[in-house]
């Protein structure tokens, strides 16, 4: 359905569940590909997976909230691979919790891997990009706009997440960047679903909340991000892009409804 051949593609956090199937989706289009996280072992077999459909694939081991190792990833990929014509920044992080069950530092792990890792990414990752023509894509997720309880870390962080979207596309038009928000809602088979849809019933709560009546694949989620991506968007900047089967315009609430009472009856 898409071509990307001879593009090259940095993911920050591209070494499983949907950012991963997100560099494989880019990866069998044709593209080359750049995957980072903290895990040696899930970036080797992250490269693994992704060789089977392009030779020119690198993986970095770094934390986004370190700005000097992140900078020197993005570096070595663009000095292996070439110019990036994509950059995605999805690393994250999510447990449960109510604000009074948090500590300081468990709130700011959070904000630190979401909020100030995405800056780090787009701040160091703009100087490797291929100006102009370049597209940068924040993973957000629905508690951006959605308040739910037992997120208030992950609504703060975010929501941020979006205004970075919306402040870049402004401010790196002028170089012929554009700068996205894609907001997955329940995702399938995730780490993300299996923190905040621990039970079968949950997920079915959750599943049924959705107006498009399931929960979402990871093949949505970077569908959205290729076509995002081409020429047909290319008019496209700074856009919050909810990919949730219509779950944000209510199910969102009444889910998170369930998972507290879930969390709270153990
Ligand atoms: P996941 O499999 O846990 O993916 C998170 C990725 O980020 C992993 O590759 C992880 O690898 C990496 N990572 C975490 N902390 C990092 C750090 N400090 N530095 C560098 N890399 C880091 O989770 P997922 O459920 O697929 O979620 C992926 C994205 O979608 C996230 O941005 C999430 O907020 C968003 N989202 C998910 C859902 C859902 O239904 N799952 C819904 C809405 C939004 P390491 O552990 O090796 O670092
Ligand atoms: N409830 C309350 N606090 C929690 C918690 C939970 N379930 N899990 C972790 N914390 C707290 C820790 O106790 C710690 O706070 P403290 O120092 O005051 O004790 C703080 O959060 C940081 O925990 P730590 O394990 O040191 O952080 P980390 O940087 O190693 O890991 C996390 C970050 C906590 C977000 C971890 O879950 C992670 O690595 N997640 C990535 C994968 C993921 O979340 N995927 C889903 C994406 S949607």
């Known amino acids: 359905m898409f071509d990307f051949t001879n593009k090259v593609v940095f993911v920050a956090g591209g070494t499983s569940g949907i950012n991963l199937a997100i560099a494989e989706a880019f990866a069998a289009a044709g593209a080359s590909v750049a995957v980072l996280s903290r895990s040696q072992q899930k970036v080797e077999a992250a490269v693994k997976l992704l060789n089977q459909h392009s030779s020119n694939i690198a993986g970095f081991t770094a934390d986004v909230r370190d700005f000097a ?6 570096r070595q990929a663009h000095d292996k691979l070439g110019p990036f014509d994509v950059l995605i920044s999805g690393a994250a992080g999510n447990f449960p919790a109510p604000a009074l069950g948090m500590s300081a530092n468990a709130f700011k792990s959070v904000v630190d891997i979401d909020l100030l890792g995405t800056f780090n990414v787009l701040r160091a990752g703009f100087e490797f990009l291929h100006k102009p023509g370049a597209c940068i894509i924040n ?63 949950i997920r ?9 009546g399931r929960l979402g694949t990871k093949q949505d989620v970077a569908n959205a991000c290729l076509w995002l991506c081409t020429p047909a968007a290319s008019y496209i900047t700074g856009v919050v892009l909810a990919v949730d089967g219509g779950w944000s315009l209510g199910g969102a609430a009444s889910s998170a409804s369930a998972l507290k009472n879930a969390f709270f009856k153990q």
């Open 69 to 74: 190792g992140t900078q020197e990833a993005l």
């Open 139 to 201: 993973i957000s997720a629905p508690q951006a706009y959605c308040p739910m309880e037992l997120q208030m870390h992950v609504c703060a962080a975010k929501a941020g997440v979006d205004m970075i979207t919306r402040v870049a596309a402004l401010e790196w038009a002028p170089f012929g960047i554009r700068v996205n928000s894609v907001v997955p809602g329940p995702i399938d088979d995730t780490e993300g679903m299996k923190r905040l849809a621990p039970t079968a019933e």
């Open 204 to 212: 079915s709560t959750i599943a049924s909340s959705v107006p498009l």
